[in-house]
Structures are given as C-alpha cells and as structure tokens.
C-alpha cells in the first residue's frame, strides 16, 4: 500500500523494553492490523492467522529486551512473523497455498477500514490466488517486498539470505505469476464466449 507505510517510532520501542503497559498497547494499534493482514497473505487462512498472531505478537514482548537497535524492529519482528507463520502452517498441515474466497474478503472489507481500500473484484481475486501457489519462501518475498513495502536488504535480513537471492525470488515469482494470469485470465475469457455463444442459440 502505497503512502501507507506506518512507521515505529523508536522511542515506542525503548518504552516497550522499558516493560510500560501503554506501550504495548500503542505497539500493537501501530503494527497490528498489517501484521494481521500480511500473515493472512502468507497462511491463507484467517483463522489460523489470528492464531499466529497471538504468538507473532507474545513472542516480540517477550523477547523486544534482545533487539538492540530500536530503528531495526520492522526488519525483527517480520523476522518473528515469517518464522512463527511458516512454523504454524506446518505444524496444521495446511496448504498455505489456500485459496482465498470472496466471501472471507468481504467481511474483511466490513471490518476494517484499512481492508476498505482492497479492491474486490475478480481480477486481484486471480492475483491472489496465483500468489498464493508461489512456494512459501517465493511468496513471502512478495508480499513483504509489495504490501510491506520492504527494501530488498530489508527482506535479506528479515528471511536470513543473500539480496541475490531475495532479487532472484522476486525475478522468477513475476514471471511465474506473469504465465498463470495469462493462462488464467485467457481460459476465463474463453468461458465468457462459449457462454456468450450458448446463450445466443
């Protein structure tokens, strides 16, 4: 999300290691929501998101005293996010190439302002879905690289691996998504005329 990006303030990490309440709180309003989001993205499902969340975040206020550098906490606590979502998804033995549906969506858009500003039509419902079957290393790369806005050295650190590779992942997920929503698209287009011809018998 473009102009989106909310930034930490360092001063609300220091409270947080500090151990004021407050400031968990405000750290949670902060990140909350996208961090939701983007495990939702990774797992597929928002049950077991809301799940890895809780742990997302009891694991960063347990261990926020370790982060030396406060300015480095984006890069960190995606780093738990990852670890924590892809630990979770194996742990369920679910698919985290899980198809999303509209449905789900929608109540997501009623939600949350900030899930207002997701188109929902049919076209980013395809996007999605052929996110969704990149391998689980190729699709966080996106998502933390698109929604999460995060630099290429960010994401490096955030997944503990070369930028070479992380530009790599990025490389081969567009041309893989680039051949599916080609295919996908066309095969759609096709359906939409034989219906279109059926229907003038």
Not at 34 to 48: D, Q, S
Not at 140 to 158: F, R
Request: one cysteine or more; a neutral charge.
């Amino acid at each position: 999300m473009k102009g989106d990006k909310r930034m930490v303030d360092s001063d609300l990490i220091k409270r947080c290691q500090q151990g004021e309440e407050e400031a968990y709180d405000e750290l949670y309003k902060t990140v909350g929501k996208k961090a939701l989001w983007t495990t939702y993205l990774l797992a597929g499902n928002m049950n077991i998101a809301e799940d890895i969340i809780q742990e997302v975040f009891f694991e960063c206020f347990r261990s926020i005293n370790k982060l030396q550098k406060p300015e480095l906490f984006p890069v960190w606590f995606n780093r738990i996010l990852t670890r924590t979502c892809w630990r979770i998804v194996y742990k369920e033995k679910k698919k985290a190439a899980k198809s999303l549906d509209d449905e789900v969506l929608v109540e997501l858009k009623i939600e949350d302002d900030d899930f207002e500003r997701i188109e929902i039509n049919q076209t980013n419902l395809k996007i999605r879905e052929a996110i969704n079957r990149l391998s689980p290393s190729m699709r966080a790369t996106v998502i933390l690289h698109y929604y999460n806005e995060m630099t290429i050295k960010e994401i490096a650190q955030v997944m503990n691996c070369f930028e070479g590779t992380v530009k790599s992942r990025l490389y081969y997920a567009k041309k893989v998504l680039g051949k599916e929503l080609k295919r996908e698209l066309a095969d759609e287009y096709f359906q939409d005329l034989n219906y279109q011809k059926r229907s003038a018998l």
